[in-house]
């Protein structure tokens, strides 16, 4: 498991994915809202880029021909046959119990200092940092 | 002597199959017969300018007129119906589905066309049920006239031998539309079941039978049979029509079916990627299917090997949605003691008996 700091949190705003390598893996990170998530970059079913599809919101169903947008960015739709996963949970919206994404840990933490990754030289300690644990 | 005839006859007993047909072809002689169920001014119409639209006036057919050329005589379609198929191949339960009058859907008159309907469904009831007790009906309806049909259908629906509605394949919308919904709240509130056949397309009121335009013949027709109950079912389902009526159930009749796994795998991958813009449909179309719609075996399909039949019936859980039908008596008729014989005894079981008492709410085994 690796501690990847990934930007300023500033730099990913509310509504936006980063996509970044980490550990070989492409993994997708998503600002809803000012939370963050982290969704594995590779859709279960063929293998696309997931995280570079449609981001948009559940939409639901009280009764037949009625429907509504509810979870607004909540969602992604994958660019290729259009599979909707949960965002939040890596659950797929169709068969949500046995069709998931990878997710990963995501946290935005004050100081970046225990990454190796980063170089020592002074960092601005009163700055929020997005960081991918893997 | 008596022995051997006694343990024949015991023999056949216990291995008599229960059979339902679930298409059995009846009519009338002349339209003239339909006279004293019309009202005047439609009798003498008929009289005066001939009968409904055909169902399909643009082909000819196969067979003698599309009937099997050793059908004993056409001038008693009833007695010859009873003799050669409840008889000779042991039917317990025939479904009549008509075929005679379902030139009233595509009629430019609708009032006319339903008139048509409620005299054939009383033709039938006093001519063809009232003779026999292994007869039930498919009672016709105009699908042009969905409030008057349901008044149609609350009128004799509570009929013991009226089991379901049937309606042509061919229409001028796909039968899961909003249109068609008194309709079905009045086969719910009847028990009725849905069955759709296939005739129409191309005729009178409604659009060309394919959108590749207009076949030359025949044989051409019957290769669009399969596409014209797809367009209906994806229509049921997506347009949220067993949502809204949970206690529908439709047959199709005379499709086929080797075509159903690769329907069922088709909307289901589809409906993954597409779910968001019909959000009504909450599970995947296959199980809508399985709960809802059947379809019946006729004209049974040939694959080179007729053992590939039984992985094909499995693929489209034709356990429970399969349906014996046989087409009585059109030319390409499916005897049922030619049919499926390859299959388990279980199997043929369900398809040619036990499926159809579940699928019709009405249908109970002759006591």
Redesign the interface.
């Known amino acids: 498991m690796g501690r990847h700091v990934i930007c300023r949190a500033g730099e990913l705003q509310p509504g936006e994915v980063r996509i970044v390598e980490a550990e070989k893996r492409s993994i997708g990170i998503f600002n809803i809202r000012g939370a963050f998530y982290a969704l594995r970059n590779t859709c279960p079913h063929k293998g696309a880029p997931l995280c570079r599809g449609i981001i948009t919101g559940l939409v639901v169903s009280d009764e037949p021909l009625q429907m509504q947008m509810t979870r607004a960015g909540e969602i992604v739709r994958c660019p290729w046959h259009g599979w909707e996963f949960d965002i939040t949970t890596g659950h797929s919206v169709y068969n949500p119990h046995r069709m998931r994404v990878k997710t990963y840990d995501v946290a935005v933490e004050s100081k970046a200092e225990d990454d190796p990754s980063v170089e020592t030289y002074p960092v601005q300690v009163e700055e929020d940092y997005i960081v991918l644990y893997i | 002597m008596e022995v051997i005839e006694a343990s024949a006859r015991h023999k056949r007993d216990r291995e008599k199959l229960f059979i339902v047909d679930t298409d059995v072809h009846h009519g009338f002689k002349s339209w003239s017969d339909l006279n004293p169920y019309l009202p005047q001014v439609y009798a003498e119409r008929l009289r005066d300018h001939g009968g409904s639209g055909p169902s399909s006036q643009y082909w000819h057919n196969g067979g003698m007129r599309g009937t099997r050329a050793d059908f004993l005589d056409m001038s008693d379609n009833l007695e010859s119906t009873r003799r050669q198929l409840l008889d000779d191949c042991e039917i317990d339960i025939a479904i009549l589905t008509g075929s005679s009058a379902s030139g009233a859907c595509n009629m430019p008159d609708a009032d006319f066309g339903s008139a048509i309907c409620r005299a054939f469904n009383d033709y039938t009831l006093e001519h063809w049920i009232a003779s026999d007790e292994r007869f039930r009906v498919a009672i016709t309806v105009n699908t042009q006239d969905p409030f008057g049909m349901a008044k149609e259908i609350d009128r004799i629906g509570s009929h013991p031998a009226v089991v379901a509605i049937i309606m042509p394949g061919g229409a001028t919308k796909p039968y899961g539309n909003?249109v068609y919904d008194p309709i079905y709240e009045a086969c719910e509130r009847n028990q009725l079941a849905v069955m759709i056949h296939f005739s129409g397309e191309g005729v009178g009121i409604n659009g060309p039978p394919t959108a590749a335009g207009w076949p030359s013949h025949y044989v051409e027709g019957r290769m669009m049979r399969a596409p014209v109950y797809m367009a209906h079912m994806a229509s049921f389902i997506f347009?949220?029509?067993f949502?809204?009526f949970p206690g529908l159930r439709v047959i199709n009749v005379e499709a086929g079916f080797a075509w159903m796994p690769w329907y069922l795998w088709r909307m289901d991958?589809d409906?993954?990627?597409?779910?968001?813009?019909v959000?009504?449909v909450k599970k995947?179309p296959s199980e809508y299917v399985k709960e809802h719609v059947r379809l019946n075996t006729q004209p049974i399909d040939e694959p080179e090997n007729e053992r590939d039949l039984e992985q094909i019936i499995e693929w489209m859980h034709g356990d429970t949605i399969l349906l014996f039908g046989s087409d009585f008596p059109h030319f390409d008729f499916d005897d049922p003691r030619k049919t499926l014989t390859r299959l388990p005894d279980n199997l043929r079981c369900r398809i040619f008996g036990e499926s159809a008492l579940e699928t019709f709410p009405k249908l109970r085994p002759p006591e």
């Open positions: 909003r347009e949220g029509t949502e809204k991958s409906w993954k990627a597409l779910r968001y813009q959000p009504w995947p």
